[in-house]
């Protein structure tokens, strides 16, 4: 199947570079995923990049996947509980980075290339986080789309920022934890996506050992929405993202 065409909201940019996954992180060499080394390590390998965003107390966008710090942090509680200033000096897997707002991150960048970000939810219908990922994307220069797993959060996209491009990120099996408090119709519209005329969204961004499914087939091949697949980390993933999707975020190797 032919790579789906952009359309005018989906830019050639989007799909044109491999997509590295929390930025070019190499954690035994100082790199640890959503820092600005492993974004600055990305642009110099000349890929895309691809970081979570996660709210600070006071209202800022953390670039970091979990939401809660004890993974990467000798902190342990949410992200959610810390102001943006003490955020930022918490040292990430005990190296010299630390965690940085979206607005710094974004800075060191400096637009050199493409940068997906992915909106955190705890579907709440809480739109706080969205709003100040469009605040601190619009005072910035350079590619950048927006994507999250939650439905509401693509629908007010739409109307806080239509001239970025949005994408939903989905799976077709289901097996994280995460859905486990979710109704059955409601992970069924998600994995159908059967929200598609509120999300309207410009591409999609689905989970690799799903692929080939008919949700990201039809869309691909009636609406014309590019595809990006996660997270590629070995030879058969890579496969399927050549033949079932337009470009691949990848992870522990280099492409």
Known sequence: MPPAAPGPNAPDWLTARPIAHRGLHDRAAGLPENTVAAALAAVAGGYAIECDVQPSLDGDAMVFHDAALGRLTT????????RAADLETLAV?????????????????????????????????????????????????????LKSFDPGIVVALRALAPGIPRGIVAETTQDDPAYAMMAPTTRRALSDLLHLGETRPDFLSWRVDDLPCAATHLCRLLGGLPVMTWTVRNEDQRDRAARHADQMVFEGFRP
């Open 75 to 82: 902190a342990s509680e949410a992200v959610a509980s810390r």
């Open 93 to 145: 897997a005990g190296t010299a980075e630390c965690i940085p707002t979206l607005g710094r991150f974004l800075a060191k960048i400096g637009g050199r290339v493409p940068v997906i970000i992915e909106i955190k939810s705890l579907y709440s219908g809480d739109l706080a986080l969205t709003r100040r990922v469009v605040e601190v994307v619009s005072a910035q220069d350079g590619p950048v789309a």
